[in-house]
């Protein structure tokens, strides 16, 4: 029996998203789907510019399962940009996501606050 997902950690968004190619109707393209925790890693890593271990940090999970999302959104955003596609991120919540603000930005905004 495998072992249990652990929990991860993910920015709250509002709704999905799509980004597609300009000037093609929606209907007329083929999807690709990023999960929400595949864009979060983006997000850190590409965005935020930390490195794997810290990113892993941040969202609960290992170094390791960092690289392998992050290999996994960068091979699907190439793909959908080369071949045409939509790309759909997924940003509903799943019961392995745990959506929010991070632990450590609760702590910052209290001392920063006096609270």
Known sequence: ??????????RR??????????????????TVD????????????DVERLDQADAGERMGISRGTVQRLLYE????????ILHQRAIAVR???SEDCRVGLYPHHRRCRKRRHGL
Request: charged share 35%; glycine share 2%; hydrophobic share 35%.
């Open 1 to 10: 029996m495998p072992r249990p997902r652990k929990m991860r950690s993910c």
């Open 13 to 30: 968004y509002r709704a999905d998203r799509i980004y597609k190619p300009h000037g093609v109707p929606l209907r007329h393209l083929e």
């Open 34 to 45: 990023i999960s929400l925790d595949q864009f979060e890693v983006l997000r850190l890593c």
């Open 73 to 80: 959104a960068r091979q699907k955003m190439v793909e959908a």
């Open 91 to 93: 940003l509903r919540e």
